[in-house]
Structure formats: C-alpha cells, structure tokens
C-alpha cells in the first residue's frame, strides 16, 4: 500500500478557522508518502526525516506519551481510529518541517489512511483533527486536516469553518504561489497558540460568535488584547471573501494588497508574526513582480506565502495546487 498526502499553504485566514470562519488554504505538491502492509497488532513505522522508529499497539491508551515526540500524531491517530490490525511500513516526506506547510496533518491523514478504512473526506479530517487534539495537545481548527482530504487539483479551497461547505477556487497558470522560510522554525506545542484561542473565546463571551461579529460588535469589547484579536478575526473573515473575489476576476494587485493587510492584522493586533516574518515579508513585497506577501500558518516563525506574476525571481518553495490526500494498493506506483 502506498498513500500520499499533501501540505498545505493557507493564502489567507489565519486564526478564523477555529472560530467559524472563512479560510482558503491550498494543498501543494510537497507531502507525505507512507508505504507499508497491515499485518500484526502494532503500528510501526520508521521515518526518513524525523528521528527514530515509532511503534505504537493498536489499543494505544495514552497516545499523548508516545515516543519519539513526532509519533504522538500518529499514536493519536491509532487512538482515533482503533484499526483492526497493525501496519509495518516507513514514512517519507518532501515537506519542510516545521516550516508552517502543516507537515503534522499531513502525517495524520497519511497514517490515517494507511491504517484505517475512512475514505470520506470530511469524516477523515475530523478524525485526524481530534487525533491532534489528543495526540499533541494543540487545539487546532480543523482547516489543515480539512484540505489535506478533500482538495481539488489546480484550485485552493475556500472553507466555511462553521458549515464546513467548500468551495474550489482555481488558482489560475499566469501567477505563481511561493513560500519562503523566515529562518525560525515554528513550533506550535508550547507556544502562545493556546493562547490566542482562549482570548477569541473571551471575546465570543462579549460579543457572540465572532463569524457573526462586525467591527461594531468588536469596539464593544473593553479589554484591549481581547478586543485585538477579535478585531483580526473579524477583518480577516472580510479579507478572506474579498481575495478570492479578486482572484476569481483576476484581480492579482487588490488580492495581493489584501494579502500584506492581514499580515499586519496577524502582526499588529493578534500578535503571532516574529521580528523575521515581518522583515521577510517587507523584503519580498519589494521585489519586482510580487503583488503581495503575508505570514502563513499558525505563525512564531516557519513561513511567509508570495503571490506574484511569473516573471518574479523568488528564492522558496516554488508550489503548485494538489489534489487531496490518494491511496495506491501498489506500494510502487499509483
């Protein structure tokens, strides 16, 4: 059996997703590949890139204390889905790590796959997004799992966190997406991300949901951190609708104005960029042929997102949309 799983590079709406809200991430053609037979009583998998051999027994108890620290996602997943039997394979990826390209739920949903019987996209995503949860402890949205299943070949996926509806939106041949590392890796399991998610919890306390909420509602909130970071989710659920209206009408200069406004949202009032992001993001705004840049992921390091015309010089990640996550019985080809 052979499975790959994509990354992702999320062009716009950062921090709404656990909210409700609207984001439009898109699956790239770096991923995860997990090749292996189902055999025995024990999940064990070897990795080429992240240290050591993982084996977690299908009846795993406590996936959040498996060892390597990396094989917690996968404990979490052996938890979540309870296969019948085991797996012995290894696991290849092209994915940075730590880079903010969601390398973890493109574990999650590889392992998923290899191990288990779900084949639904949306099913599948919750699955491994309550893997993470349970795994490694970070209370994600469910935006990365979401389109690491269920993308669509040439096109981003815009997501409404809430309904869960999606919506294909082509990316179209004449501009190019890059992703460009800052030189800090990001790390989500004991940064601030927990953090963030609490103050949107305080504010939806004041003002109700916040993908319901206008600047008016937010202006209501008196406490100043929590009113910031209710202000960004607020305006970036704005900002989310009117990117790919201007993509869909080609409108690549308002998409990519659009892109550095939230970057300085994310910057300025939910306070998850870094010194170096922001930096990079400057210096690629300035180079000819690049109509926008912006913080991509989570944020505290790992990536900036580039969108510009085919003649720009950009030193990154050149990435192309992917279709979602697809499984081969022959280990060797699909």
């Known amino acids: 059996m052979r499975v790959f799983a994509p990354g992702r590079v999320n062009l716009i709406g950062d921090h709404t997703d656990y909210t409700g809200g609207l984001v439009l991430p898109m699956a790239i053609d770096l991923g995860t590949t997990v090749r292996g037979e189902r055999s025995g009583d024990t999940i064990v998998l070897r990795s080429d890139a992240r240290a050591g051999t993982t084996e977690i027994p299908i009846d795993v108890a406590h996936p959040a204390s498996a060892m390597p620290e990396w094989s917690r996602y996968v404990a979490g997943v052996v938890a979540e889905l309870r296969p019948r039997q085991g797996f012995v ?70 997501i409404d966190c809430h309904s869960l509806a999606r919506q294909a939106v082509r990316i179209p041949a004449e501009v190019s997406i890059y992703a460009v590392h800052c030189g800090e890796d990001r790390q989500l399991v004991g940064s601030a991300y927990a953090d963030r998610r609490a103050d949107c919890v305080a504010a939806e306390v004041i003002v109700g949901p916040l993908r319901e909420a206008d600047v008016d509602n937010v202006a209501r909130i ?113």
């Open 89 to 158: 394979g290894e696991i290849t990826t092209t994915l940075p790590l730590g880079a903010g390209l969601s390398s973890s739920a493109s574990l999650e949903v590889a392992v998923a796959l290899a191990i288990g019987d779900e084949r639904d996209p949306l099913r599948l995503a919750r699955l491994c997004q309550r893997a993470e949860h349970r795994g490694a402890g970070v209370p994600c949205g469910i935006m990365d799992q979401l389109v690491v299943a269920a993308a669509v070949e040439e096109h981003a996926l815009l």
């Open 222 to 334: 008196t406490d100043d951190r929590v009113r910031r970071r209710a202000r960004h989710v607020v305006t970036e659920n704005d900002r989310v609708r009117s990117f790919t209206a201007a993509m869909q009408c080609a409108d690549y200069v308002r998409a990519g104005a659009l892109m550095i406004e939230s970057h300085r949202s994310l910057r300025d009032d939910f306070g998850v960029s870094t010194a170096r992001l922001d930096a990079l993001v400057e210096q690629l705004c300035a180079t000819p042929g690049v109509f926008g840049a912006r913080m991509t992921g989570a944020g505290f390091g790992g990536c900036a997102v580039v969108l510009a015309d085919r003649s720009a010089q950009i030193v990154g990640w050149h990435l192309r949309p992917s279709g979602g996550a697809r499984v081969s019985e022959d280990s060797g080809a699909w």
